[in-house]
């Protein structure tokens, strides 16, 4: 899982603020995976992202909580007006097929803590 | 929703000793991955089992995926301090590209 790469691995943001994730997939992977984990909870998937296109959001926040993998750079999940509740380890993932054809490669993942 | 019930949900044990976990559902799958935890980083695939009654083994490690593909254990042998970590088993539902996650089993191997 070394060459997901993911930025920063711990940032610290006050409660309103926003929060930016960074993830580089490996090489030649072109699907991108958000998942959150709770403390002593599983990892709930978030998003599924291909270049430029969103395939499945359906477990990510309406509101406050957006995702992007643009054509060229990392993908990004974003996240508004940070809550406490908001804090919690990020997991990016990514594949170079359909996530149930293909073996997932996490990265380290980014802690986000809302103070 | 399908649930992946895994037990148990912590377990302490002494190097040398063997263990077994579990990962339980109502549903059926068409197939089911461990994976191993280690504490801030990512998890790491371990195996996938795809056909009903498949036993795979990796090293220490013996996989099995029961025969209506509703269960699945991870049976450790001689277990050692480097096998500490969390465990977790997940699967895919019919036709989805998310991959659904238990809660884990956290192992503590005490040398």
């Known amino acids: 899982n070394a060459g997901v790469m993911q930025n920063p691995r711990h940032l610290v943001r006050r409660r309103g603020q926003e929060a930016r994730l960074r993830c580089s997939p490996m090489?030649?992977?072109?699907?991108v995976y958000w998942y959150r984990q709770l403390p002593e909870e599983g990892l709930k998937f978030m998003v599924y992202?291909?270049?430029?296109?969103?395939?499945?959001e359906s477990g990510m926040p309406k509101e406050r909580f957006s995702a992007e993998f643009p054509k060229e750079g990392p993908s990004i999940l974003r996240i508004q007006q940070v809550v406490r509740g908001d804090s919690a380890a990020y997991f990016c993932?990514?594949?170079?097929?359909?996530?149930?054809?293909?073996?997932?490669?996490f990265g380290s993942g980014t802690q986000l803590s809302v103070l | 929703t399908q649930l992946l019930e895994q037990s148990p949900q912590f377990l302490s044990i002494q190097e040398g000793e063997n263990l077994t976990v579990y990962c339980n559902s109502s549903s059926v799958f068409s197939s089911l991955q461990w994976y191993r935890q280690e504490p801030g980083e990512g998890p790491v695939l371990l195996v996938t089992v795809v056909t009903g009654g498949e036993v795979k083994k990796l090293k220490r490690l013996t996989f099995q995926f029961g025969d209506a593909r509703k269960d699945s254990s991870l049976h450790i042998t001689a277990a050692q301090p480097g096998d500490t970590g969390l465990y977790l088993c997940?699967?895919?539902?019919?036709?989805?590209?998310?991959?659904?996650f238990g809660k884990g089993t956290k192992l503590s191997v005490i040398p």
């Open positions: 992202l291909q270049k430029e296109n969103i395939i499945d």
């Open positions: 997940a699967a895919h539902g019919a036709g989805s590209y998310q991959l659904t």
């Open positions: 090489k030649g992977h072109s699907h």
């Open positions: 993932a990514s594949s170079s097929d359909i996530p149930t054809n293909e073996k997932l490669f």
